[in-house]
Nanobody
Framework: QVQLVESGGGLVQAGGSLRLSCAAS????????MGWYRQAPGEQRELVTD???????SYADSVKGRFTISRDDAKNTVYLQMNSLKPEDTAVYYC??????????????WGQGTQVTVTV
């Protein structure tokens, strides 16, 4: 019913920048909270940042001042601008959204993930 598709991952040198996008499609009435998680090899998935429907963001301490989340509700899209990247930011990044469908179901939806690799 709802699909999240991420894009923008890749390989970058330390200190560089990447911008991730996540577009939601399907039977969407409203999207509430949207967020980005990441999972490094051998580690648990962790919350990186999220943003409420009214635009209030929160960030993990490890990315504060370097990452910025934003959303465009007209496009059902959430973005993650990542600056001053560090090798420890290397992970698969997943988009997550709380979606109210036209059938009035609430879905906790996930994207397929996009790889971000930061080299020294």
């Amino acid at each position: 019913q709802v699909q999240l598709v991420e894009s923008g991952g890749g390989l970058v040198q330390a200190g560089g920048s990447l911008r991730l996008s996540c577009a939601a499609s399907g039977s969407i009435l409203r999207i509430n909270r949207m967020g980005w998680y990441r999972q490094a090899p051998g580690e648990q998935r962790e919350l990186v940042t999220d943003i409420t429907r009214d635009g209030r963001p929160s960030y993990a301490d490890s990315v504060k001042g370097r990452f910025t989340i934003s959303r465009d509700d007209a496009k059902n899209t959430v973005y993650l601008q990542m600056n001053s990247l560090k090798p420890e930011d290397t992970a698969v990044y997943y988009c997550n959204a709380g979606v109210l469908t036209r059938a009035l179901q609430f879905l906790d939806s996930w994207g397929q993930g996009t790889q971000v690799t930061v080299t020294v």
